[in-house]
């Protein structure tokens, strides 16, 4: 199969050249990697010289915003994974790893996240969204509302609900470490929500205030066959939280 197989992700979301977004990919299955290249406003795929690299259809793609999430994915599974990126002024593209444009969407304020989200086994995979206001800054807004969305292969939203706050990190726990699967939003005022693959809200937890909002959630697995964990990380704490039993 011709994986696009992340090696590489770093995270300043302040940098001009934005290498949170910057990565190494496989895009040809040769053991070699290529650079997926994220800058301002525009996206590049580069060959590195080695392998098959030397032979790879270089190429440059306009997004006319700057991006705040990508994702590489094979959303149809068809052994080829497309590249989904997310813009500042609201759209989401999906392209093939020939720069051919699969869709495009433009669901409206800033596309701050993305995340796959696998429904069941066998089914295939879709994408979690977030959408939030959009700050004159280039950073986070620091107010509410904020939007989930789940959209299938094709691009097509599913659903959407409103989050009475501005979200600050997503994570997808496919394999339910609460006993179902959930799609787990982090907040600026120190919430954390988890949804159904439906929309539906299935458990929350209120952090103290005092270290300030989500910055990143991480699952952990725990060992015994126990329940998995989820990191939740702030200013200066990282709390551990059970799935499901937070409130």
């Known amino acids: 199969k011709r ?4 090696l590489y992700e770093s995270f300043n979301p302040g940098d001009t050249d934005l290498p949170q977004l910057t990565r190494l990919v496989d895009i040809n299955g040769d053991g070699h990697y290529e650079l997926l290249l994220a800058r301002f406003a525009t996206l590049q795929l580069i060959g590195l010289g080695v392998g098959d690299s030397e032979y790879i259809q ?10 705040p999430a990508a994702l590489v ?3 149809d599974e068809d052994g080829e994974n497309e590249v989904i990126v997310g813009t500042r ?11 051919t444009i699969r869709w495009l969407n433009a669901p409206g304020e800033e596309i701050a996240f993305l995340a796959r989200a696998r429904t069941a086994p066998g ?3 879709r994408v979690a969204l977030v959408r939030r206001k959009r700050a004159l800054d ?13 959209r299938a292969a094709t691009g097509e939203r599913l659903w959407t609900t409103v989050v009475d706050a501005e979200v600050t990190a997503l994570v997808v726990d496919e394999r339910g470490a609460s006993g179902t699967a959930a799609i ?4 600026d005022d120190g919430q954390v929500l988890a949804y159904d693959f439906d929309g539906g809200l299935l458990w929350q937890a209120e952090l103290a205030e005092r270290d300030g909002g989500v910055r990143f959630l991480v699952f952990s697995d725990a060992p015994g066959g126990q329940p998995g964990r989820l990191l939740v990380g702030r200013q200066e704490t990282i709390t551990s939280i059970t799935p499901g039993d937070a409130g």
Do not use: C, F
Request: charged share 20%; hydrophobic share 40%.
């Open 123 to 125: 089914e295939p995979p």
């Open 58 to 67: 270089e190429w440059e793609y306009a997004l006319n915003a700057a991006p």
């Open 184 to 187: 787990v939003l982090g907040t």
């Open 138 to 150: 280039g950073g986070s807004s620091g107010a509410g509302p904020s939007w989930l969305e789940l």
């Open 89 to 99: 002024d609201g759209r989401l593209h999906s392209l093939s790893v020939d720069r």
């Open 3 to 6: 994986g696009l197989k992340v």
């Open 73 to 75: 994915i094979d959303l």
